[in-house]
């Protein structure tokens, strides 16, 4: 019974404070309960879909095959291969709103009859429950096209079939989800096309000779025996060795790499965002230390007094523990309740970046690891903490003592008339320095992460800039590549009729198998221009540079040989250095254009022209330009890619939250650290009042104190950002395949976090202090 009502008493005085708590802890685990609900489903649905949609452990894009049905069953033969199924396509670049694909688009050809793939309502809410029926002239999209190219159901897609005007266009009459290749990272993108359009386009194809844009094809998903000990890597090797596979192959990837394209927005953010919260959680644990000390502060008399009533030093410490955990445990739970509404709303608002529409179930063993984890945590903080009551003596009790000092004595900041609300502020920090010790650890873990956020968003830039500097092999404004009867110099002087060109080199992309294993290769006339990361770039013919996590894949070093085959022949290459290129989530290797050569056949129209332009702001005319003049017979793009601004939007979107968290937190924070301040400081408000001091006066001095702690911790808070940002975020990068993030923020956004954080610690301090306008001079007559 006595326990019942001391914890009711405690927490009716300090019902303010565990308020801020229970909000704080709601906030949190709202924001844990989503990301690892988003998490998980996007790595179990895509993965379950994916597996039930028949792809394969290997999946092989070909196209010239004479004999498919030969080649599947040579594949077959092989003992690791348990079956092969085979998708008709054709590979065809298209265009829609006037913007043209960056990667060749897949004509895949369906039938009412397959189940493979699952249709969304027009709305994007849900599914269809029957199966459409593709009508001639129709086609069924990606969602993650809404956010590519902007189209819509009624929009239409033109696919260039061959010269001289060859384009079908297709209307738009809904969208499928696709778990192989759905998101907005992937460039390569798969249509739905019905028997009667698929015939007619093959036939065009066909039939256009030296003409064709597009060609036919097949996918090949490839499945391995479920007793096979062979990684997919050796597999593919194993492919290339004993099979006519690589003589058709236009590209090969594993399961493995397509979870890992479809997964790397999701595994980015939930990356940063699992570290946010394990932010907003060391922003509790200040708070909550110093709401403990201050309320053993407060009762320190009760405590002393409930000592001498017989209650020992470790019930008091219980009765804080169920006092704290009031506010805690509903906290925690009603945000685990309201995660699966808010991850609703999370995957129907990325529907058109991720391509699926992700399930809402809460991973209910994962949440309650971690919420108990979190729980633990919290229980042995407050027990910790509270330790201080063992030292509450019933003899100082009777004297009214505290465990300190009321005033403590030293030196304390003059008074000057002049500045007299700074010098005030000082003056009230200086004594009271240890009030304020939360708000200066908040204040330095939400700049620090405001910072770090700001200068990842500094890095992508407005325009992609540095994303798309990481995804290149080298930096270029914009590329030319020339097919047909035009040439490179009618494409160049088109150029420069809008700008001169300040350099240029030449860039293919072949597809080459390293030690059995296919990887695309960046081929380049010029290899000083490679993005080093360690050694040297390949100068020579017989040298080669790769990527971080290829050379982690082929478990190679610098100074180690590879065995290199490219369309023509084979070769023993030296590693010189490592290289930075999240194409294929990394899986590339770079080179020469001598050493490809020794390998490879020399064709004009596999180079890609790569200028720099002294006006680049004129690479919109110069495309617009170029289509216009050569249409199928030039394919240009810019240093960009259309899922680019998928990833600026989510980055924007993810900035907007994380500083509405940042608010809120401050608001919280300040209230609770300020009312607590203000209710110990009545009397001397009441002897400033006395004096002539105006409520105005004290509510600024007020706010200025939280200004200069907020100041104090905002600049630690820049300078340790920008310690560990870069490593930190490298380590989250590595899931897109970036390994070399560095970010060279302007001074606007070095300062942007630590000026907002110290302006809003200031704007909600005076806000919290309107109560001094209450404050009556009779505090100054009350024991």
């Not at 020579?540 to 065995?563: K, P, Q, R, Y």
Request: proline share 3%.
């Amino acid at each position: 019974m006595e326990y019942k009502t001391l914890l009711k008493a405690g927490i009716q005085k300090h019902r303010g404070v565990l308020t801020g708590i229970f909000i704080l802890i709601l906030l949190i685990s709202l924001s844990l309960g989503t990301v690892l609900t988003v998490w998980m489903n996007s790595r179990s649905y895509i993965s379950s879909e994916r597996n039930r949609a028949g792809f394969g452990d290997l999946t092989a894009w070909v196209s010239g095959v004479p004999d498919t049905e030969s080649l599947t069953e040579g594949i077959t033969a092989l003992s690791d291969v348990e079956r092969v199924e085979a998708q008709d396509i054709v590979f065809s670049n298209y265009t829609a709103h006037e913007q043209e694909s960056d990667s060749e688009g897949q004509l895949i050809l369906y039938t009412s009859q397959e189940s493979r793939y699952r249709f969304f309502t027009g709305d994007l809410a849900g599914y269809l429950t029957d199966t459409p029926k593709i009508a001639p002239g129709e086609v069924y999209i990606s969602p993650s096209l809404i956010s590519m190219m902007g189209v819509g159901i009624g929009d239409e897609i033109h696919f260039a079939i061959a010269r001289n005007g060859k384009t079908v266009s297709l209307t738009i009459a809904g969208f499928y989800e696709d778990p192989f290749m759905g998101s907005s990272m992937i460039g390569m993108k798969g249509f739905l096309i019905g028997e009667e359009d698929y015939a007619a386009i093959t036939e065009t194809a066909v039939g256009a000779g030296i003409d064709a844009l597009a060609r036919p094809g097949q996918m090949l998903h490839i499945f391995q025996t479920t007793d096979s000990t062979l990684t997919t890597g050796e597999l593919n090797g194993i492919l290339n060795e004993n099979t006519s596979l690589p003589a058709y192959t236009e590209f090969v990837h594993s399961n493995q790499a397509i979870s890992g394209f479809m997964l790397i927005l999701q595994n980015a953010f939930s990356g940063l965002l699992l570290a946010f919260v394990a932010v907003l959680l060391l922003v509790v644990l200040a708070v909550l230390g110093h709401s403990i000390t201050g309320a053993i502060e407060a009762d320190y008399v009760d405590m002393g007094i409930l000592k001498t009533c017989g209650f020992t030093s470790m019930q008091l410490r219980l009765v804080q523990l169920m006092q704290y955990a009031a506010p805690i445990l509903p906290g925690m739970l009603l945000g685990l309740g309201l995660a699966a509404p808010l991850s609703l709303l999370v995957s129907s608002v990325t529907l058109s970046t991720t391509g699926v529409l992700i399930p809402a179930r809460l991973p209910w063993g994962l949440c309650l690891g971690a919420f108990t984890a979190i729980l633990l945590l919290l229980a042995g903080f407050i027990v910790l903490k509270t330790g201080k009551i063992g030292r509450v003596t019933p003899m100082k009790a009777i004297r009214g003592e505290t465990e300190g000092p009321a005033h403590p004595m030293g030196k304390t900041a003059p008074i000057s008339g002049k500045h007299l609300s700074v010098s005030l502020a000082v003056r009230q920090l200086i004594t009271g320095k240890k009030k304020y010790v939360s708000a200066l650890i908040v204040a330095i873990l939400l700049v620090f992460f405001a910072s770090m956020i700001g200068r990842m968003d500094a890095w992508l830039g407005a325009d992609g800039k540095g994303m798309m500097d990481a995804f290149n092999p080298a930096d270029h404004d914009i590329g030319v590549q020339m097919f047909g009867q035009h040439t490179d110099e009618e494409a160049q002087n088109l150029v420069l009729s809008y700008t001169s060109i300040t350099d240029t080199y030449l860039l293919a992309m072949p597809g080459v198998a390293v030690n059995g294993i296919d990887y695309t290769a960046n081929v380049i006339s010029e290899p000083d221009r490679f993005h080093i990361l360690e050694g040297r770039t390949s100068t020579a013919d017989h040298e080669i540079v790769l990527t971080e996590f290829a050379a982690a894949d082929l478990d190679v070093s610098i100074g180690d040989t590879l065995t290199v085959t490219g369309d023509s022949g084979s070769g023993e290459y030296l590693v010189t250095g490592i290289y930075s290129c999240a194409n294929d989530m990394g899986a590339n290797v770079g080179m020469s254009r001598e050493g490809y050569l020794k390998i490879g056949r020399d064709d004009p129209q596999i180079w890609c022209h790569h200028y720099f332009l002294s006006d680049p702001s004129q690479k919109g005319a110069i495309t617009g330009a170029l289509d216009a003049a050569f249409g199928g017979d030039v394919h240009v793009h810019e240093n960009t890619w259309p899922g680019l601004f998928g990833i600026i939007s989510a980055m924007q979107a993810l900035v907007a939250f994380l500083y509405g968290m940042v608010l809120l937190f401050i608001l919280i924070v300040t209230v609770m650290t300020g009312s607590k301040i203000l209710s110990a400081e009545q009397r001397d408000i009441g002897i400033y009042k006395a004096i002539g001091f105006l409520d105005r006066r004290l509510r600024f001095s007020f706010a200025l104190r939280f200004g200069i702690v907020a100041l104090l911790g905002s600049l630690a808070g820049v300078l340790l950002a920008a310690a560990i940002t870069d490593p930190l975020v490298s380590s989250v990068m590595k899931f897109a395949g970036i390994s070399n993030f560095a970010s060279h923020p302007g001074v606007v956004s070095v300062l942007f976090p630590a000026v907002l954080v110290t302006l809003l610690f200031m704007g909600f301090a005076y806000l919290a202090a309107g109560k001094i306008k209450r404050t009556d001079l009779t505090v100054l007559i009350t024991e």
